[in-house]
């Protein structure tokens, strides 16, 4: 089990490749950017699969294999950071004047040619438990090397990390913010595991040895990077399917806070139910809870309608009393007295008893509002109509 955790950040890097993937066949407004971080993915998808120690421990189909994941390992993580900075360019991020695309390849040819002439000269052999040792100068090559290796990566993502962070801040809520946010974290995360092949070149230096492939450290960094950059790059996807399913669970919680309410109108004029066409208690499916709330509302308005005949002529000195007896911040004292009417003349309802019927006393609905706003308020009606003695109360008011 612990052989296929040490593959995650490699399935973690496919998913990103093969996200981007897809989004290039179906179109981007940015194509070569686009590519340059499907590149990314499977390079360092590579990269990781080499490094990771099952595949290192493989020495048993060849002596030097530790050698060659190694150095391959290393070129495939060094050409997938090269890619970054090249999607910065693309997208015309601002960057440093002497950063060309050219110029950059250039950079990138010199460095990774320069790591394998340096560890092929080394004269690195194999140690046990997969560990690479050097003599001598050997050792000196290997961890100048190293040095080359964590340099070029620090200035890709260094490259690659703050024209996004400064773009990144000039945005508006969405789900391009979120994604360049979680790319920045990525990258962010991606300098501290860069960092940590610092630990590599100190212990070449005091032990002549060190790992032929990731250690704990870094496949713990390396995972975390690549999780948060898969999440930045499919941010586009995920974001909207979670801000629908917020969305739904918001109206669902509202539908079940309005049943107080829409249970009371409804004892005293059933003809305002709507045939919904599935349960009315909470067993229809969640992506029909938009849907179910609009209903509900309107279910609720209807029967608004139907019991403004049997509003008691005293509604203001109804809701006043409600107001003395059962006070409430300021914030809830508009729906507290909104409740004490309809309690008042859902009781009338109910005895037969006719009301004043004014519109202008009988109830404070919104007008000229969303259905998220409506709901928002009957929500508070609602609330507000389950005040332990409430109803009772006004039961007696209207009775007397």
Do not use: K, N
Request: glycine share 8%; aromatic share 8%.
């Amino acid at each position: 089990m612990s052989d296929l955790l040490a593959y995650l950040p490699a399935v973690a890097a496919l998913w990103l490749g093969c996200y981007e993937l897809r989004l290039l066949r179906s179109g981007s407004d940015s194509p070569f950017a686009v590519r340059c971080l499907c590149r990314f993915g499977f390079c360092m998808a590579a990269a990781m699969a080499l490094l990771a120690p099952p595949t290192v421990s493989l020495r048993w189909l060849w002596p030097s294999f530790p050698q060659l994941t190694y150095l391959l390992g290393r070129e495939m993580e060094m050409a997938a950071l090269a890619f970054l900075p090249l999607a910065v360019i693309e997208i015309g991020l601002p960057r440093p004047r002497l950063l060309t695309g050219r110029r950059h390849i250039g950079v990138t040819l010199v460095a990774t040619a320069l790591c394998a002439v340096l560890f092929l000269s080394s004269g690195v052999r194999t140690g046990r438990h997969g560990s690479l040792l050097a003599e001598g100068a050997g050792a000196a090559l290997l961890a100048s090397c190293d040095t080359v290796f964590t340099g070029y990566s620090l200035w890709c993502l260094a490259v690659f990390l703050v024209p996004v962070h400064r773009f990144t801040r000039g945005l508006g809520p969405g789900a391009l913010r979120t994604g360049l946010r979680l790319i920045t974290a990525s990258a962010a995360v991606g300098l501290v595991w860069a960092l940590w092949g610092v630990s590599s070149i100190v212990t070449m230096a005091a032990d002549h040895r060190q790992s032929a492939g990731l250690q704990p450290e870094g496949r713990a960094l390396g995972l975390c990077c690549l999780v948060l950059a898969f999440l930045g790059g499919t941010a586009a996807t995920w974001v909207s399917v979670t801000s629908a399913i917020g969305r739904r669970l918001r109206a669902y919680r509202t539908y079940r806070a309005l049943e107080p309410l829409w249970s009371a109108l409804r004892a005293v004029s059933p003809g305002t139910a709507l045939d919904l066409g599935w349960p009315t208690v909470p067993l229809f499916s969640l992506h029909r809870s938009e849907f179910a709330l609009y209903r509900r509302v309107i279910e609720i308005r209807d029967g608004y309608l139907e019991l403004r005949s049997f509003v008691p002529a005293d509604a203001r000195a109804l809701s006043a009393a409600a107001l003395d007896r059962f006070p409430v911040p300021p914030a809830g004292r508009a729906a507290m007295a909104e409740a004490a009417v309809i309690a008042a003349a859902l009781e009338a309802a109910r005895i037969g008893a006719g009301g004043a019927g004014d519109q202008d006393t009988a109830f404070t609905y919104p007008a000229d509002c969303s259905i998220e706003e409506e709901a928002a308020w009957l929500v508070q009606v609602a609330e507000a109509l389950t005040v332990t003695g409430l109803v009772e109360h006004m039961r007696h008011r209207v009775a007397r």
